[in-house]
Structure formats: structure tokens, C-alpha cells
């Protein structure tokens, strides 16, 4: 059996690049990875792992990797993620998700590197006029950041069809929980996912959860959200990258989600039971650029790739993100003590 190629991870450190660092590990591929570690941690990378502590947009570093560690794909990770943020600082996740991802891509055609995974989002579909999004759904976003991912994939597009390469966008729809053998997980300090925060109030190291938005178009009035465990996400990249290697003359596009909603209560009563800790809740108005409900139709992924959710189970992903919640302090510790 011939060797598998050799993957960049942009962003490794972070909390989903992680993730993925591993499965293609456990897949048997080889990887690297590059993060500036803004909101990454060195330590959530294996130790034997390349690692290089950079900047995408630095295209001589890029290319040197590309080129000394034989990369054969692209997981491109990196980025800007606040959906609010987005909004009140623009050009930050233009000069972060749109400028950067720009620089990445014209180093791969420099370096004739054939595949190219995306971490797009939900967020390019903005409000939509149907109940769960196709993706052929009109992609209208409605923040920057949506905004930001949709130009990267316009720009993928044209790139593979004037140079020999192929891609795959992934729309992440809501990304939750951890790796369930407690290997990596969500980090960073001042997260702002549901989960995350919910998890970290139920430990007492909040005081508890703002909910922002109680008039919504929604059954209790709170946001609808499509909850995706991290390790099946991952997978899909690991899947998707075999697809492309298949078929180099052929890209996609696929929704990345389970195709069922939960709302803000509905997710902090799923913490409450499974802690038997109940968080105090403060409603508080809407935040900028949050649609109402946001909803896969995961059918094409579904047919696209052998991809068989194993996680879809909101208590399951609740679990996996206290445990990994528990033990952050002390892997925090761990790591830290391991830095040179």
C-alpha cells in the first residue's frame, strides 16, 4: 500500500485544526502544522509533529514548508471566528479570512499542491428563506464574517478552475464538544460558543449564561442552532481530503451538520441535566448578525462521502465537552511545563 500524502494543517493549534491534526494522524497521513498562535496552544500539538510558529500570509515561510515537507494538501483552519466581532471590526476578519486565505492559496499553486480543504461556514448562508439550508441555498450573509468566508470560497472556485488543483469547502454549521479519548478540545480563554460557555458556568468559572435573544421567530424564542461534535467534523475533512485524492479533476461543497436544531434553552437544559447543576441565565438583547435559525440539510454530504456521524447526540457532546472542561486547567499546566 503506497504511502499517504503528507497535509498542511493551517491553524493546527487551535481548536478544531487540532482535532483534525489528529484524525489525519489516526488516518495514517502524514502532517504539519502551522499556527501563529494567536488563539492556538503549542501544546494541544503532538510533540513529533512538524510545527511551525507563523503567519499563513507569510509566503516565504509557507512555501518553504510547502516545498522541504513534500505537502500534498491543505487543511486551511486558520482564522478569524466571532461572529459580533465581525461586526463591530470588519477589516479584521477581511485582512484575516479573505487577505490571508488569498496569500495561502496562490503559495499552494507556487508549490503545485494539488488539494485544498476549506473551513467554510453556515454563516455564508446568512438569514435563509427556508427552514433547512441546501447548498444551493442563496448564500447572502448578513455579517462580515459570513462575508469573508463566502469570498474565500469564490476564490478557490476560480482558482481550481485555472490551475491543476481541486478543492473542498466545508460549511461548518455549529461546532461543539471534544476529542472523546480527552486528547484536545476547545481552549481558548473568552470563548464564545454555547457549549463552551455553558460548560465553564456549570464548573463555576462563570457566573452563569447571558442569552442573547429571547424574541426570536423561534418555538421558545430563543436562537436554533445545528450542534456538530468536533470528531465527526474532522472526520468529514479526513473523508473529504480521500474524495479529492479519487477524483483530482473534481471539487465540492458540502454542509457540514446533523440537520436538526436546538435552541439556547434547549442546550442549557441538556447542561443542567446532565450536571445536575442548574446555570443562572440572563437574558440580554440580541447580538449583531445572528439569524434566528440556522439548519443543515446534510443530504449531500451524506451521499457525497462515506461519512457516518457517530457523536450526533447532544447529551453526548455536552459530556465530552465537561470532561474535557475538567482536566483543561491542568493540561493548560502540563503543556506549559513542556515548552522549551
Not at 314 to 332: G, K, M, N, S, Y
Amino acid at each position: 500500500m503506497p504511502a499517504k500524502l503528507m497535509v498542511l494543517v493551517t491553524g493546527g493549534a487551535g481548536y478544531i485544526g487540532s482535532h483534525a491534526v489528529l484524525a489525519l494522524r489516526d488516518a495514517g497521513y502524514g502532517v504539519a502544522v502551522i499556527d501563529n498562535l494567536v488563539t492556538g496552544f503549542r501544546w494541544a500539538v503532538p510533540a513529533d509533529v512538524p510545527f511551525f510558529a507563523g503567519d499563513i500570509a507569510d509566503q516565504a515561510l509557507v512555501e518553504r514548508i510547502l516545498r522541504d515537507h513534500g505537502i500534498g494538501a491543505i487543511m486551511h483552519f486558520a482564522g478569524s471566528v466571532v461572529v459580533p466581532e465581525s461586526v463591530e471590526n470588519p477589516l479584521k476578519y477581511y485582512h484575516n479570512n479573505s487577505a490571508k486565505t488569498r496569500d495561502l492559496i496562490e503559495s499552494a499553486v507556487r508549490a503545485g499542491v494539488p488539494h485544498f480543504i476549506f473551513s467554510s461556514t453556515a454563516a455564508t448562508y446568512g438569514t435563509p428563506d427556508v427552514r433547512a439550508v441546501r447548498e444551493d441555498t442563496p448564500q447572502r450573509p448578513i455579517n462580515p464574517y459570513g462575508m469573508s468566508k463566502l469570498m474565500s470560497e469564490y476564490m478557490l472556485r476560480d482558482v481550481a478552475a485555472a490551475h491543476p488543483m481541486n478543492f473542498c469547502a466545508l460549511r461548518y454549521f455549529n461546532v461543539a464538544g471534544a476529542d472523546p479519548d480527552g486528547r484536545t478540545g476547545q481552549s481558548t480563554d473568552g470563548a464564545t460558543h454555547l457549549i463552551k460557555v455553558a460548560v465553564e458556568a456549570a464548573l463555576g468559572k462563570r457566573d452563569g449564561v447571558a442569552v442573547f435573544g429571547s424574541d426570536f421567530d423561534t418555538p421558545d424564542g430563543t436562537g436554533v442552532r445545528d450542534y456538530i461534535h468536533v470528531s465527526d467534523l474532522v472526520a468529514a475533512h479526513v473523508l473529504a481530503l480521500e474524495a479529492l485524492i479519487a477524483e483530482p479533476g473534481r471539487s465540492h461543497m458540502l454542509n457540514c451538520g446533523y440537520g436538526r436544531g436546538f435552541s439556547v434553552l434547549e442546550v442549557l437544559d441538556a447542561v443542567d441535566r446532565i450536571t445536575n447543576r442548574p446555570i443562572r441565565r440572563t437574558m440580554a438583547p440580541r447580538r449583531a448578525g445572528d439569524p434566528p435559525a440556522l439548519i443543515s440539510d446534510n443530504r449531500a454530504i451524506l451521499e457525497t462521502l462515506p461519512w457516518r456521524p457517530r457523536h450526533a447526540d447532544l447529551d453526548t457532546i455536552v459530556r465530552h465537552a465537561l470532561a474535557w472542561e475538567a482536566q483543561l486547567d491542568e493540561r493548560r499546566a502540563q503543556g506549559m511545563r513542556a515548552q522549551p
